[in-house]
């Protein structure tokens, strides 16, 4: 069973329908903090609009496409991190995460970004990975730019949030750049 061990306290495990109802009371407590960033969280309501999203998660996975994968702090879920997808001919990935509001400042995503970029470099031995953060997400652009990425650029009007179009940063690494 997959199970990854980031740290003593930090592991990632693949959502199962059980873990719905945890996931939907993670977001529910940190709602308003996650949908100033992630366009996805209102249409997240109740706790069954998670199942069809874990088993396509699930199908994601076994099917070599990346995995998203709940992350676990001293045991209790507190986010998730994943791959979005495996580009398998061009040999790169994005990565994408968030973490529950009172869970940050620990250390906790740049650890298990760490984790993620680790296993694309040596295990699926890709070449190329991107991060997308909001222009003025400073929390979020922090993990890529303690990890060493590159700031590609500025995609403008990259992600509509509700009312409004926001830009987001281009960050990438290559893998002769991890150390």
């Known amino acids: 069973m997959f ?3 980031v740290n003593e306290n930090i592991s990632l495990k ?10 939907f009371a993670l977001v529910n407590e940190s ?4 949908r100033e ?9 109740q706790e069954t609009d998670y199942e069809p999203m874990i ?9 070599n496409d990346g995995f998203q994968a709940g992350i676990l702090y001293k045991g209790k879920m507190v986010g998730m991190v994943g791959f979005h997808g495996i580009d398998w001919s061009n040999s790169k990935t994005s990565i994408g995460y968030w973490l529950s509001e009172g869970y940050q400042g620990n250390g ?5 970004v760490r984790a993620l970029v680790n296993i694309a470099f040596t295990e699926y031995k890709l070449n190329r990975i991107e991060i997308r953060c909001g222009v003025k997400n400073r ?20 992600e509509y949030l509700y009312d409004h179009f926001h830009d987001c940063i281009l960050y990438s690494i290559l893998s002769r750049e991890w150390v």
């Open 55 to 63: 088993e396509m998660w699930l199908k994601q996975f076994a099917s």
């Open 108 to 112: 906790i995503m740049t650890e298990t």
């Open 31 to 34: 709602r308003n903090y996650l």
């Open 14 to 23: 693949l959502l199962e329908k059980k873990d719905t109802n945890e996931l």
């Open 139 to 158: 929390k979020s652009k922090g993990v890529p730019e303690r990890l060493g990425f590159k700031q590609e650029g500025i995609i403008r009007d990259a």
């Open 37 to 45: 960033w992630l366009p996805w969280v209102d249409n997240m309501k």
């Open 3 to 5: 199970n990854i061990k």
